[in-house]
């Protein structure tokens, strides 16, 4: 059975975290961060403070792994994700 236009519009803004975040909002974090290469590589990547927690959910989501974080300047973060591993 084929997924309705509809269908896809709803997933996209399901609540899937307990932090509230949608999928949209986990894809559109991941894909800032992500490898240019491949979605499931290693990350390191800086993000603002701003960011920080809807990153480190989405990196939790795809990449099936939790990422460290290390605070660098006043509102900055290193993170780092081993890449996929489900």
């Known amino acids: 059975m084929a ?3 509809d269908q896809k519009e709803f997933e996209k803004h399901k609540v899937v975290t307990n932090g ?3 999928i949209k909002n986990l894809r ?3 894909e ?3 490898d240019e290469k ?3 590589n290693p990350i390191e990547c800086v993000v603002n403070v701003d960011i920080l ?5 989405a990196i939790k989501y795809f990449h099936g792994v939790v990422p460290t974080i ?3 300047d006043c509102g900055k973060f290193i993170i780092n994700s081993s890449g996929y591993n489900c």
């Open 32 to 34: 800032y961060v992500e």
């Open 28 to 30: 559109d974090a991941f």
């Open 20 to 22: 509230g975040h949608t």
């Open 38 to 40: 491949h979605w499931k």
């Open 70 to 72: 290390k605070a660098i």
């Open 53 to 57: 927690v809807v990153t480190i959910e």
């Open 3 to 5: 997924i309705s236009e």
